[in-house]
């Protein structure tokens, strides 16, 4: 599994941005958004499972949608409404499983993602 993100930047408050995942090998897998600020705990922000699932941490709710591709192997974050407590490095990250049946809160849980990317910078001042 090779995950890359791209499309990080730097955005005023109130902006928009959308990230972005090229992924191999993960069509059925659980799929995750993990961000981690400087001296903050890392937190998986967004998930969508192989048939569509999704579920959103309750800070992002109504600002952050995730969706993929599966034709062209991407993940997507759109983030609207950015804040400055938005502001942290972006991870896409992997489920080991091929697929995921469990309840949807389970996919917010960051220690079950075992294929990380590199991160991609988000900036919101």
């Known amino acids: 599994v090779q995950l890359v993100e791209s499309g990080g930047g730097s955005v005023q408050a109130g902006g928009s941005l959308r990230i972005s995942c090229a992924a191999s090998?993960?069509?059925?897998?659980?799929m995750a958004w993990i961000r981690q600020a400087p001296g903050k705990e890392r937190e998986a922000v967004a998930a969508?499972?192989?048939?569509?699932?999704?579920s959103y941490v309750d800070s992002v709710k109504g600002r952050f949608t995730t969706s993929r591709d599966n034709a062209k192997s991407t993940l997507y974050l759109q983030m609207n409404n950015l804040s400055p407590e938005d502001s942290a490095m972006y991870y896409c990250?992997?489920?080991?499983?091929?697929?995921?049946?469990?309840?949807?809160?389970?996919?917010?849980?960051?220690?079950?993602?075992?294929?990380w990317g590199r991160g991609t910078q988000v900036t919101v001042s």
């Open positions: 969508i499972d192989g048939n569509g699932r999704t």
């Open positions: 990250a992997a489920d080991p499983d091929l697929s995921y049946t469990g309840p949807v809160w389970l996919m917010l849980a960051a220690i079950r993602y075992n294929y």
């Open positions: 090998a993960v069509v059925t897998r659980c």
